[in-house]
């Protein structure tokens, strides 16, 4: 009778196929969460095809919903520990294994948690005990949530929003506006809508600098809410993005989250905890894809032999593992600091930018990749999850996650991340690697962005000091270095403030290091064989080298500027060749 491998730390960062019907390690470590395994039973019986003629008829789906609410799935992951009425905790590692898994079966059903959570959190992240408490009883009991922050003629500008609440009597206000591009505007039980509090002082040209507020509103107790549209988009088509407007609608000042800077707080509190998480939908999308694309090339047979023999198309899926894994290593790696953070160490408003900007895009580069083995067959809208997966993967950075709006922030970074050390501050624990147990972080629910430059940051070549002996880690360190000098070189600070097109591009640059340094650093906690480490520091040392001739590419950049930056622009070491090294 043969014995079974142990299951390796490691194992969770390869590309994971998710089945209860055969064992396969990684996919374990996830199962053995009865919520993830209760949402991976639904899928499977559902199938493919249903899930195709839903997304095809662009089919709103009850009965996952019915699912959810009867199972408490929800409520099992989101349910944070001070209000939680069945002794749950917000969890962040089975959050994150769960929405990757969900993105894997379905990005159309995943999202609708996704709001939920935005909705959710911009509530607990108020000043408002009594709503917290019936948000949370509203979720154990099954609902949903949304969160109205954008409007269609302003969308990002938040401070151009329209939508407008006003004092009428002693303790009352009424509402009115309309929110564009909001999740769940059909169905959910609560919705957090970010408004203007408008009172004499702010009237005419002055009503911009109205108060911000967040306030509660429960559609279904509510005569003023109506005119609800689902908006039609690319992909994620059965899920229900929409429009809806308030008119005249009385609400009560007990039914505010929380007003002026604790209105902005918690907005981008949020936005900053949510959509970080849509890099794991991102990770389990594409693994479904990878999953997909790797039968079908094993069965498909030309000339002779299956596909994935031809040396091309062996090469091409390598580099779509070697990016995938990389996602995982900097996404779970970023999940610690997470996990770790606190007012004296925010460390991860770098990381979640990054996350956001990043490993997104990666995913957009993984379909690309698989897209190019499967050919023709990656468009078949029948049977396949991989049709499904084009569409769905790009909307994680083009519509959730606004890259540039993130790169801008990465760029902000720049001065504390490499000039002002911290030496105080201690690597955290691996989550994956079982370094720490996965508990609930009390401080995600009261954080404040506060200022950027109080952000500490160790000396970030630690990272890499037990991966050196690999060219392609040196390589890329010396990348980082030559961007160091670079930056400090160049009027950094004022640039941020006055170029927008090169915070841009100065972000790309920061965000590819930190997404070095993660990645080494988790590639270092969990034991990551060296040929996949430097097959993927391959990936990033000629990405950086791209990166870098866009940054000289941009206007008005001075000669000695662009001298600098081609220090930056390396040639990977590929098999035994010699590693090409940066000019000098």
Not at 123 to 151: H, P, Q, R
Not at 166 to 185: C, D, E, F, P, T
Not at 417 to 435: I, T, V
Not at 493 to 522: K, P, T, W
Request: proline share 4%; net charge neutral.
């Amino acid at each position: 009778m043969g014995t079974t491998a142990p299951i390796s730390r490691r194992d969770v960062i390869s590309p994971v196929d998710f089945s209860t019907a055969h064992s396969q390690g990684a996919s374990d470590i996830y199962l053995c969460d009865p919520a993830t395994r209760k949402l991976v039973e639904f899928f499977e019986r559902k199938g493919i095809l249903a899930i195709k003629q839903e997304d095809q008829r662009e089919q709103w789906y009850d009965d996952w919903l019915k699912y959810q609410s009867e199972h408490e799935l929800y409520a099992s992951v989101l349910s944070p520990k001070q209000f939680s009425r069945a002794g749950r905790e917000f969890d962040l590692l089975r959050y994150a294994r769960f929405m990757e898994v969900f993105a894997y079966f379905s990005p159309s059903h995943a999202y609708s948690m996704q709001v939920t959570f935005l909705g959710l959190f911009s509530i607990l992240m108020g000043s408002n005990d009594a709503i917290k408490k019936e948000a949370v009883a509203t979720l154990e009991a099954g609902g949903l949530f949304a969160f109205a922050v954008s409007e269609k003629s302003h969308g990002s500008d938040l401070l151009g929003n329209e939508f407008a609440v006003r004092a009428v009597g002693s303790g009352q206000l009424i509402a009115n506006g309309s929110k564009y591009y909001i999740g769940n505007a059909n169905c959910a039980a609560m919705i957090s809508i970010l408004a203007k509090k408008l009172d004499p002082r702010f009237e005419g040209n002055r009503a911009k600098r109205a108060p911000l507020v967040l306030f509660a509103l429960r559609p279904k107790r509510s005569s003023g809410f109506g005119n609800v549209n689902k908006i039609r988009t690319l992909g994620v088509r059965a899920g229900f993005v929409g429009e809806f407007d308030v008119k005249d609608q009385e609400l009560p000042e007990s039914d505010l989250l929380c007003e002026s800077r604790g209105a902005w707080d918690a907005v981008l509190g949020t936005v900053t905890l949510g959509k970080f998480f849509l890099g794991f939908g991102s990770i389990g999308i594409c693994e479904h894809a990878f999953k997909e694309a790797s039968d079908h090339l094993k069965q498909r047979i030309l000339y002779g032999k299956p596909v994935i023999e031809m040396p091309h198309i062996s090469a091409t899926m390598a580099q779509a593992c070697a990016r995938l894994t990389a996602m995982k290593l900097y996404a779970y790696r970023a999940l610690d600091y997470v996990h770790s953070a606190s007012e004296k160490d925010r460390r991860y408003l770098l990381y979640c930018a990054v996350q956001k900007a990043k490993v997104s895009t990666e995913g957009v580069k993984v379909m690309a990749l698989l897209s190019e083995c499967v050919g023709a067959k990656g468009f078949e809208a029948a049977d396949t999850y991989f049709e499904m997966a084009l569409r769905d993967v790009q909307l994680v950075p083009g519509l959730e996650s606004s890259v540039h709006i993130n790169l801008g922030m990465a760029a902000q970074f720049i001065p504390r991340y490499f000039d002002r050390f911290d030496s105080s501050l201690a690597e955290p624990k691996s989550l994956c690697g079982e370094e720490i147990p996965s508990n609930e972080n009390p401080y995600l629910m009261e954080a404040r962005m506060g200022t950027i430059n109080a952000v500490g940051f160790p000396p970030y070549l630690n990272a890499y000091k037990t991966l050196m002996d690999l060219p392609n880690v040196r390589l890329f360190v010396r990348q980082a270095e030559a961007f160091h000098v670079f930056a400090k070189s160049s009027g950094l600070e004022h640039r941020l403030a006055s170029d927008a097109q090169i915070s841009v591009a100065l972000g790309q640059c920061m965000a590819m290091i930190a997404y070095g340094q993660l990645i080494a650093e988790n590639a270092t906690h969990l034991g990551v064989p060296p040929e996949m480490v430097s097959t993927i520091f391959r990936l990033l040392v000629a990405d950086m080298s791209e990166i870098a001739i866009r940054l000289a590419s941009v206007p008005d950049l001075e000669a000695p500027m662009r001298a600098l930056i081609r220090r930056m622009i390396c040639i990977p070491k590929t098999g035994d060749s010699p590693g090409v090294e940066a000019d000098e």
